[in-house]
């Protein structure tokens, strides 16, 4: 995730080189879900690493396909200059860029129940909304409004605030340390809340 989304963020390349390098990226995903293929010439040690994980831990394809179409459309939306037109496109943008990530780390502890799921959904999604909200100026200066068309930024941290809180008892079905980390996260996350909040 981390190297796909330095794919569509870093650098100065234009869109269509990094939308080229973000196809590249898909082919070899695809490869390496295969578990029959050969390893990324470009990026072995992500895909190599990837592929051993995959078959320890049966890791679900479509998280990691959702995550490479946000980033896609980082580029594209950046490209165009376009925002988003309300909540509902906003949201389904985290579905891909932030939920996925929270579906792939339950499924490492074992937790598979569509409680949980939606629990860690509403934890993702309001901490890649504070992101944005913390960064900005950050993504206006890089073209990108993730601000949904007439909402206030007060509506939105109130609505970062909700999702957080509904998410939040998703700490207590989780065992062990995960479970104490994931307290933490939802702890700092209600505090970055309220620091943009003042």
């Not at 950050?138 to 949904?148: F, I, K, T």
């Amino acid at each position: 995730a981390r190297t796909a989304d330095d794919l569509a963020d870093e650098g100065h390349d234009p869109a269509h080189h990094r939308l080229d390098a973000l196809g590249e990226y898909r082919a070899d995903l695809q490869n390496c879900l295969s578990l029959s293929g050969t390893t990324s010439i470009r990026w072995p040690t992500v895909f190599g690493a990837l592929q051993r994980a995959v078959q320890q831990h049966h890791l679900p394809a479509q998280p990691l396909f959702d995550l490479l179409d946000a980033f896609e459309q980082d580029v594209v939306y950046t490209s165009v200059g376009q925002g988003y037109r309300n909540r509902a496109e906003l949201m389904d943008y985290c579905r891909r860029s932030a939920n996925p990530v929270g579906r792939l780390m339950l499924h490492l502890y074992g937790v598979t129940d569509e409680a949980s799921l939606v629990q860690s959904d509403a934890i993702c999604t309001a901490l890649q909304l504070i992101n944005f909200w913390q960064d900005r100026a950050e993504d206006l200066q890089r073209g990108r409004d993730y601000l949904p068309q007439g909402h206030s930024l007060d509506q939105e941290l109130r609505f970062a605030r909700e999702l957080m809180m509904q998410g939040a008892p998703l700490a207590h079905r989780v065992n062990g340390r995960a479970g104490w980390e994931l307290r933490a996260v939802v702890q700092g996350g209600l505090r970055i809340l309220d620091k943009l909040d003042t």
